[in-house]
Antibody, heavy 119, light 108 residues
Framework: QLVESGGGLVQPGGSLRLSCAAS????????MTWVRQAPGRGLEWVSA????????YYADSVKGRFTISRDSSRNTVYLQMNSLRAEDTAIYYC??????????????WGQGTLVTVSS | SYVLTQPPSVSVAPGKTAIISCGGD??????VHWYQQRPGQAPVLVIF???DRPSGIPGRFSGSNSGNTATLTISRVEAGDEADYYC???????????FGTGTKVTVL
């Protein structure tokens, strides 16, 4: 199970931290990823972190503003989002990858948390 | 950056076959995954590694990948297959996961 939290309404330029609590699988074994979907739009990959936390990848649209991290003691992955823009408004999905980052399909998804950036 | 192009929509009668294309430059040398997203729900992986099915996905779903086009085929289409479908690859050059533009499948 993947349960996201931390979404909500934030003003442009503001910050939010999304959390994703994982259960039902060996968290330390798998890479984790965030994917977002703007209202009425398609899927957009945002960021991924390896099982160890040592490798992180970011989409160009969020690089330098978002930071992905994970805490193995809490079985939780985070997405720190700074300098938010209106175009960051979307449902943010936390999802499980394979054991090697970026190689496998994304085989388990959370239900998503809505982030709205508006004044 | 790498671009994956899908037809915006495909319409199919129940019991017939839906074919969804995913075009990309030399996509045949990449590994393609496919996702189904029903309205209001999170995506579900239906094909991984070009043509493999996760457990629980019906055998009516199949995939192939060659040249500049990957294809998702849904045989004996059912009303429950009505959804948006996305292809996806890993682009080594940019170190990005890339999703296709998405195809809405309508069951007539």
């Amino acid at each position: 199970q993947l349960v996201e939290s931390g979404g909500g309404l934030v003003q442009p330029g503001g910050s939010l931290r999304l959390s994703c609590a994982a259960s039902g699988f060996t968290f330390n074994t798998y890479a984790m990823t965030w994917v977002r979907q703007a209202p009425g739009r398609g899927l957009e990959w945002v960021s991924a972190v390896s099982s160890s936390g040592g490798t992180r990848y970011y989409a160009d649209s969020v690089k330098g503003r978002f930071t992905i991290s994970r805490d193995s003691s809490r079985n939780t992955v985070y997405l720190q989002m700074n300098s938010l823009r209106a175009e960051d408004t979307a449902i943010y999905y936390c999802a499980k990858e394979g054991e090697i980052i970026a190689m496998a399909g994304i085989d388990f998804w959370g239900q998503g948390t809505l982030v709205t950036v508006s004044s | 950056s790498y671009v994956l192009t899908q037809p915006p929509s495909v319409s199919v009668a129940p019991g017939k076959t839906a074919i969804i294309s995913c075009g990309g430059d030399n996509i045949g040398i990449k590994t393609v995954h496919w996702y189904q997203q029903r309205p209001g729900q999170a995506p579900v992986l239906v094909i991984f590694d070009d043509s493999d099915r996760p457990s629980g996905i019906p055998g009516r779903f199949s995939g192939s990948n060659s040249g500049n086009t990957a294809t998702l085929t849904i045989s004996r289409v059912e009303a429950g297959d009505e959804a948006d479908y996305y292809c996806q690859v890993w682009d080594r050059n940019s170190a990005h996961r890339v999703f296709g533009t998405g195809t809405k499948v309508t069951v007539l």
